[in-house]
């Protein structure tokens, strides 16, 4: 059975859309993402599970139940913020068992929960300090302990690792996905970062302009854009545009009405004069800015009045203002309706 599902949700503000018609449904100890620009209305999504704001139409249904009707303090979620909001004045222990306690639980009782979660989310020889002598991983963990003691039906995550520096994100995503494979909790999770996303999600849902554009495991919204959007959203460098007559594309494709989407990685660049990659499939391309980042290399190239961006090896870069011969293969192109955006099966 689902433990969370939303259907047909719409919501907005001072008559402007900012959800249209969201239909979700997360698995009983699924950890979803939620994907998505700023402005996509990620966090909309995500007070409306939580009750903090009503949906213009649509319903939320939590463990079988439907409780669109029902304020935040009757439904059985917990929400882990971007800012932790934690009590300044109150220590490790306090924080986790807070929410107990408010609830009718003894402190004593309360306590010993709290100790027994914060062991399990790693924060366990915290429990005397108070936030200010947290580092910011430490106190994403008080967070989450604080999420877990109450047991809820539903983790809700807004872009929980925001805050965090790149060397303490990475470490944090990691051990919040060792973390909900330990414990097996339902988790909704908003972000905007891709990476975050593909890396935490058992499936991942891209929001854009208020719909949900596609919804499945990361390798298919890798492999399979749904649509153009999805396509560009998620890659570094973005996925590359081109007409169907574009020099730079095999022959055999369809001649209007489409959008021809290749990621960087599937340019493959060879140097002039090489025989391997001297062939009828090829064109050659003038080089251009040539960015190296780490271990890889994005390369600027440039044919005829088109610019595309190749992603290669740093020690297989070309040089600026030389020429490479550039080629793709058919499987690696994704075929887009001009129209609608929608993917379209070509061959």
Request: charged share 25%; net charge neutral; glycine share 10%.
């Amino acid at each position: 059975m689902s433990a969370l599902v939303l259907d047909d949700i719409q919501a907005g503000y001072d008559g402007a859309d900012v959800l249209r018609g969201c239909d979700l449904s997360v698995a009983e100890g699924e950890l979803l993402v939620v994907l998505g620009p700023s402005g996509a209305g990620k966090s909309t999504l995500l007070r409306i599970v939580a009750g903090l704001e009503r949906p213009r139409r649509g319903r939320v249904i939590i463990g079988g139940t439907d409780v669109t009707d029902r304020r935040a303090g009757r439904r059985n979620v917990s929400m882990v913020f971007q800012n932790y909001a934690l009590f300044p004045h109150l220590t490790v222990v306090e924080n986790i068992a807070f929410g107990l306690q408010v609830r009718g639980m003894r402190r004593g009782e309360a306590h010993d929960r709290a100790r027994r979660v914060a062991e399990l989310v790693g924060c366990g020889d915290l429990l005397g300090r108070r936030p200010s002598q947290l580092s910011g991983g430490e106190r994403q963990r008080v967070a989450l302990a604080r999420a877990m003691v109450r047991e809820p039906d539903v983790f809700l995550l807004d872009e929980p690792l925001s805050n965090l520096d790149a060397e303490l994100r990475a470490q944090t995503r990691d051990e919040l996905k060792a973390l909900h494979t330990r414990v097996g909790a339902t988790m909704l999770h908003v972000t905007h970062d891709q990476v975050e996303a593909l890396i935490l999600g058992n499936r991942v849902a891209v929001l854009h302009a208020g719909r949900v554009e596609q919804i499945g495991s990361p390798e298919e919204i890798w492999r399979r854009p749904a649509t153009q959007f999805v396509g560009c959203f998620v890659g570094t460098p973005r996925m590359n545009l081109l007409p169907p007559d574009s020099p730079l594309l095999p022959a055999g494709l369809p001649v209007s009405g489409i959008t021809i989407g290749v990621r960087p990685e599937a340019l493959r660049l060879g140097a002039v004069g090489t025989e391997d990659t001297e062939d009828t499939d090829g064109v050659l391309a003038d080089v251009g800015q040539v960015d190296v980042i780490g271990a890889d290399a994005h390369v600027h190239l440039r044919v005829g009045e088109e610019s595309v961006r190749a992603r290669v090896p740093a020690d297989a870069r070309p040089s600026t203002g030389k020429r490479a011969w550039v080629t793709v293969r058919p499987a690696d192109l994704h075929v887009f309706d001009a129209g609608t955006g929608r993917r379209v099966e070509w061959r």
